[in-house]
């Protein structure tokens, strides 16, 4: 091959040159979390699949490039839920209608501070314009939205989930998952015999310390050492142990982190902050729809004699993806 490069699918970017990468997470808007939580809602009880989405995403073709993450995830929902005949492309349209309609309100102009001055305290007041500044900026909300509001609305009608299946998943990403990996973690630290079975049976060990991961895929935890550092991307698209660590972050999902971290994962945890010795191998863990990565740091020093409840203290996501290390703490 002189300049080509085999690809099995528009997900299969790892390998590409690309420029450095945004670390900061940007986390998810209320219109993505709505998203998330319908294709989980969805995928959880196998109405549809994780492998039948990524299979019609990938059928766009060119346009899968065209399209913002979210925005081809909900195309590629509808066009599944319409293939699988769980509603018909005029039951959508025409609630989708509905649904755009819902949000046809009139924009209103934010006070002129310049213009209101009362007293406070019988002292006259002057306000900020911080002070009227809205979430938003009156555009609404991006068109995927409308997409899985209308998927949303046909598929409660016809009782296949309900809109409390969808929020009880919005509820613990937020709340619940992105703690659970933390506190595995945590119990490694101070537990051995728990540490060994983690090692051998990842989601068996979790399940018998009571964490039900909700999840289909497998689950395979590799221990950082002295003469190893292990880092997990998806090169496919976005797989992640979401039920243990939460939403993944902005930069994991990113083109930039997929494509780089395969054949520069130094060069890509250094922009994390994380400088990994010459003399340490780098093992870069590539996740599936079925199979899915949790990285056991090695405990910090100085932290003989704390207990779990003080460790998880140290404890962050990116230590269990593997793009950083949890610092000393003598």
């Given amino acids: 091959m002189v300049n080509d490069f085999l690809k099995m699918g528009p997900h299969d970017v790892g390998g590409e040159v690309s420029h450095s990468i945004d670390t900061h997470d940007h986390g998810m808007r209320y219109w993505e979390k709505f998203s998330n939580?319908?294709?989980?809602?969805?995928?959880?009880?196998?109405?549809?699949?994780?492998?039948?989405?990524?299979?019609?995403?990938?059928?766009?073709?060119?346009?899968?490039?065209?399209?913002?993450?979210?925005?081809?995830?909900?195309?590629?929902?509808?066009?599944?839920?319409?293939?699988?005949?769980?509603?018909?492309?005029?039951?959508f349209l025409e609630e989708l209608s509905r649904q755009k309609k819902i949000f046809e309100v009139p924009i209103i102009n934010l006070p002129n501070k310049e213009q209101i001055a009362h007293l406070h305290d019988g002292v006259e007041h002057k306000h900020s314009q911080s002070d009227f500044q809205e979430d938003e900026t009156g555009e609404g909300p991006p068109e995927f939205y409308f997409d899985m509001l209308a998927a949303a609305s046909i598929l409660q009608k016809k009782n296949f989930i309900s809109a409390q299946d969808i929020q009880s998943r919005i509820e613990k990403f937020d709340t619940v998952f992105p703690f659970r990996g933390i506190s595995v973690v945590a119990r490694a630290w101070v537990d051995s015999n728990?540490?060994?079975?983690?090692?051998?049976?990842?989601?068996?060990?979790?399940?018998?310390?009571?964490?039900?991961l909700e999840s289909f895929a497998d689950i395979i935890c590799f221990a950082q050492s002295d003469s190893v550092h292990h880092i997990v991307v998806c090169t496919l698209c976005?797989?992640?142990?979401?039920?243990?660590?939460?939403?993944?972050?902005?930069?994991?999902?990113?083109?930039?982190?997929?494509?780089?971290?395969?054949?520069?994962?130094?060069?890509?945890?250094e922009e994390f902050g994380t400088k990994i010795p010459s003399n340490k191998e780098?093992?870069?863990?590539?996740?599936?729809?079925?199979?899915?990565?949790?990285?056991?740091?090695?405990?910090?020093?100085?932290?003989?004699?704390?207990?779990?409840k003080e460790l998880t203290q140290l404890i962050s996501r990116d230590h269990l993806v593997g793009v950083r290390i949890p610092e000393d703490v003598i």
Wanted: hydrophobic content about 35%; proline content about 5%.
């Fill in 37 to 91: 939580g319908l294709r989980m809602a969805l995928t959880s009880t196998k109405i549809i699949t994780l492998d039948e989405l990524r299979l019609t995403a990938e059928s766009f073709g060119q346009k899968y490039f065209e399209m913002e993450y979210f925005s081809r995830n909900a195309r590629a929902l509808v066009e599944l839920c319409q293939q699988r005949e769980l509603f018909t492309e005029a039951e």
């Fill in 238 to 269: 976005s797989c992640y142990p979401r039920t243990l660590l939460g939403m993944p972050p902005t930069w994991y999902k990113s083109r930039t982190y997929r494509s780089r971290v395969v054949h520069e994962p130094r060069a890509v945890l």
């Fill in 282 to 308: 780098v093992k870069v863990h590539d996740s599936n729809a079925d199979m899915r990565y949790l990285i056991l740091p090695q405990r910090p020093k100085g932290t003989e004699g704390w207990n779990e």
């Fill in 194 to 212: 728990f540490r060994k079975h983690l090692l051998t049976d990842a989601k068996t060990a979790i399940k018998e310390i009571g964490i039900q």
